[in-house]
């Protein structure tokens, strides 16, 4: 090689754009499939705390889905919350949930309460190392008797 063609080499600029670009893409792929998996638990989370609160009220006002000859029914109650998530997209299964219908909530008697414990399924390994583990979501409802 002569001294000429080395120093058109060393100033060529063509392909540097795909260089750059390669070196961007990584970092940005990451950061969006990290911003979806974040969005989707958060939603995750929202259907979770929906679905308790639905739950809570069935069983608090002896919805026929919870109730069992006007009477409440955990495993009636358990099974509407399923239906419920299931709607949401979110499959519980009866070890997910925890229902009574004479708890205490913040300090007051005579509530029926629903809480729900769900371990988040990610893509990503790190966000489920962010995240709270399982994502938890509790509600109360005064009992109507």
Not at 40 to 51: G, K, P, V, Y
Not at 71 to 78: G, L, P, R, Y
Not at 137 to 145: E, H, L, R, V
Request: hydrophobic letters at 50%; glycine letters at 10%; a negative charge.
């Amino acid at each position: 090689m002569n001294e000429g063609t080395i120093r058109r080499f060393i100033r060529a600029r063509d392909g540097a754009a795909a260089v750059e670009f390669g070196l961007v893409v990584g970092p940005l792929f990451l950061l969006i499939l990290g911003l979806i998996e974040f969005g989707r638990m958060l939603w995750t989370l929202n259907a979770l705390q929906e679905t308790a609160i639905a739950g809570a009220r069935c069983a608090g006002v002896l919805a026929t889905a919870c109730a069992s000859g006007g009477a409440f029914s955990a495993t009636n109650t358990v099974s509407d919350v399923q239906q419920v998530a299931a709607d949401w997209g979110v499959t519980l299964t009866s070890a997910n949930i925890t229902v009574s219908n004479a708890a205490s909530c913040a300090g007051v008697s005579g509530f029926s309460q629903v809480t729900i414990n769900y371990t988040f399924q990610t893509v990503i390994p790190m966000i489920g190392a962010l995240v709270a583990d399982p994502l938890t979501a509790t509600s109360c409802f005064p009992n109507q008797a």
